[in-house]
């Protein structure tokens, strides 16, 4: 038992140490590996097999809304990024360059995209000529690049993995519409598959994306009370099409600038389903999302039956549609049963002997470690019903921890005194003003999270300026 | 009629210029667009649709023998490349170098990854250190960059998609089995998806990759009797092992080093598919790799009950099972016949009100345009079974078009003779020395293709210089 106890106290706990903690499971789960890269991380099997899941899903409901995939080239030329003034200036200062290609030096230098809005208007410019063209539902699953100075795994990271959705559009309200759409869609996905709710709203002019008119997001609260920014969807009206000449005749035969949006999700999410939902023992997964839902772990494997068992319990839920592994190394199954919920693994089914003289399996939930007898005739039947019941109740754990960690601001002191003692979000009301957003930020580290969608009035005045209050906003410190 | 026909001719006929036919196919199926960036191209959703279905496969055929998918990072320092010299050789001439990140000149080049073995690499040297870490069976997909001067549409391009898996095993026979293994996996998967039948071999010491001890290929014959290296499995040994010092201890507790494989599949292969399949009037798409297998187009869509129809054909068609379009635009029924086709829809349904009427629609294959009148409540299972009919015509077609086109040479003065007037394979023994190799290449710009498994003893000399043979050669010219 010590070899096994060692193993578990290797995760920092959460109250100790709650930035330590995460480094520790993202390591011990086996998520990531750093690299010699600077800044860059390897996504080890059980990370990547998340990524690849939430790709699934994401990619099925996008294209349930007529969205079609596509790849551009991973670089950009440097007169190409340029031809937008807001988005240059956002973006260049944090990127990569290529200056050299084979033995010689290029005559114009090509970033490695921190993202491509500049290749799809160009490529849209040639494409689009009718409306007849439109609209484009255009996505791509790619990596980006941004020189970031300091680097998380999964938060911030030179190389990040994601997919950035670019639409084009005949009309503005067409254009506002698929923005939105794309929000809800982020919003549906992070409730139903990763057991996350979030806020939604959209961003101040001064968090909002570089060349957007208007940005929208959905915000995660972690365990530690601080936000996470969970997917983004913007509005550009015509800004792009403008500097890019994107233009298509209508039915009366004008040429019109299209509008367009664009909208993306990123591996950082992984992070939000670590601190949303882990603990003590490591990640815990929300079924849904799982690449492995069980983990079979036989007791006294080496007994006649025990592994023959096992693997018999494995093909049944395989073929009733579970994602199932029997863990049958040498190892004790003290370490076993670490090893599944380091990583998180939603269910465990553990079969010995004596289970199988009582025509019996044991189910344990990695959530709350609940333990169910179940008669083997049952098996897979319970074990859809576990799944679906602790896909509901991490969600519902989430909200709770979501809705226990909204509080209201009315005056600017009670504000900050809330920001410093009670982590979580904090609503309160705001004149519109970059100079009460930056003071906020400046006293309290804390940040516009967003303008929500669902209004309240809570004061008359903004509570930092007195002026007249314009807008509920959400604030918080956030990653 | 006039505007269809227009269409249909801007193919150029592949009698005339098979080369501008392969570029009219490849940009009038809307499968590419050109880019701004030097070297690179877009791949629009008809393109990248045939991709998505080549990964999903494949993947799944990776994944039953073991393998997992993870990400490594984009840049690879310039030391690191550096550390296998044959390698390095082989690769930094035409490589991409970041040299300025953000607003700084970097400390060490990074160059954009060619291929990802000295990643691996490092990677295995720092979480290998038991018998019981092995084997490591990684795969990733990803895009690579490679800075070659001349690019043709999937040929050949500065970036390309492809997978890359790399394994470590603890014994020599291991690593050799998994090379092979890997090699058949290419094979059946271009005979059974992409219907394309492939000669399986060893390349050439000339024609290995840099860093291998040996590599395996297969290889394809295009329509025009040109050869295209499709996959290519290698086996490592030790080296790489040793250059970067990946040891594990055995079950003496001995130190041992590893021994390593990789293999690739590209965006290439979907070069094959149109230069095997393709015919005048544009793509043709075996069944099993189609996005769309079947489009449905109304004909007199105006007339009442037409289109309504259409759509409860087509929910029918992808209630069992298949990818269904309906083209309801406002074109003509002859203008989507000839997109259809242009695209390589395998089948497509006609349905006007005489055939309502009659109960009945019009099925077309898109490989000999045969049509067969089918009854209505028939639909779904004349549809599967023509698919099932079309996809093992297109690849005996491509058999016999192989088989008719391997020829034999005894003397030099045959081979130069059918090399230059009879496109296709050409068997010719050699007595394994790089001399004759090249003087064959000079000649006749003909090069080994691979040394096929299946051995033939045509002459006991080689040919160019009159000395024992040792191997019988597939030789070709090749894209």
């Avoid at 003289?357 to 576990?386: F, H, N, P």
């Amino acid at each position: 038992m010590a070899k096994e106890k060692k193993f578990v106290e290797a995760v920092t706990p959460m109250s100790e140490d709650f930035a330590q903690w995460y480094t520790d499971v993202v390591k011990k789960a086996e998520l990531i590996e750093y690299s010699n890269v600077r800044g860059c991380m390897i996504l080890r099997p059980n990370g990547y097999a998340i990524w690849e899941n939430i790709q699934k899903n994401l990619d099925a409901m996008f294209k349930e809304t007529g969205v079609e995939n596509v790849y551009m080239p991973m670089f950009i030329p440097e007169s190409l990024l340029q031809k937008e003034k807001d988005h240059v200036e956002g973006f260049a200062p944090e990127v990569a360059w290529v200056t050299q290609g084979g033995m010689n030096t290029l005559e114009e230098r090509l970033c490695v995209r921190p993202t491509s809005e500049t290749l799809f208007c160009d490529f849209y410019s040639r494409i689009i000529e009718s409306h007849r063209d439109l609209p484009k539902l255009y996505n791509q699953w790619c990596s980006v690049v941004r020189w970031e100075k300091t680097t998380r795994p999964f938060l911030r990271s030179a190389e990040f993995l994601w997919q950035e959705g670019h639409t084009a559009h005949a009309t503005e309200e067409e254009a506002e519409e698929r923005t939105i759409q794309m929000l809800n869609i982020y919003a549906e996905f992070c409730e139903k598959y990763l057991a996350i709710p979030v806020i939604k709203g959209q961003k101040t002019d001064k968090e909002k994306f570089a060349g957007a008119k208007s940005t929208y997001t959905i915000e995660a609260l972690m365990h530690d009370g601080k936000a996470l920014q969970s997917g983004t969807s913007h509005n550009f009206g015509d800004g792009f099409a403008r500097a890019f000449g994107i233009q298509y005749s209508d039915k009366e035969n004008k040429l019109q600038y299209v509008h367009q949006t664009s909208w993306g999700m990123s591996t950082r999410i992984i992070g939000a389903l670590i601190m949303v939902h882990g603990d003590d023992s490591g990640l815990v997964l929300p079924p849904r999302i799982a690449p492995v839902q069980v983990m079979i772990v036989p007791i006294a494997q080496r007994k006649p039956g025990v592994l023959e068992k096992a693997a018999e319990l494995k093909s049944t839920l395989i073929k009733a549609g579970y994602q199932v592994k029997v863990d049958d190394s040498d190892k004790s199954p003290g370490w076993k049963f670490n090893e599944q919920e380091i990583r998180g693994i939603p269910l465990r089914v553990e079969i010995g002997p004596k289970d199988i003289e009582a025509g019996q399996a044991i189910i344990v939930r990695r959530d709350t470690r609940e333990k169910l007898v179940v008669s083997l005739d049952e098996l897979a039947d319970k074990i859809g019903e576990t799944l679906e019941i602790m896909q509901n109740d991490m969600l519902e754990r989430a909200k709770a921890h979501l809705a226990s960690h909204i509080y209201e601001a009315k005056t600017y002191d009670e504000f900050k005194n809330i920001v410093e003692n009670k982590p979580g979000f904090v609503k309160m009301m705001w004149c519109g003003e970059l100079a009460c957003e930056m003071k906020i930020k400046e006293d309290t580290t804390a940040t516009s999270r967003c303008i929500p969608f669902e209004q309240e009035q809570i004061t008359d005045v903004c509570p930092v300026c007195g002026k007249p209050a314009k807008k509920m906003v959400f604030w918080g410190k956030a990653y």
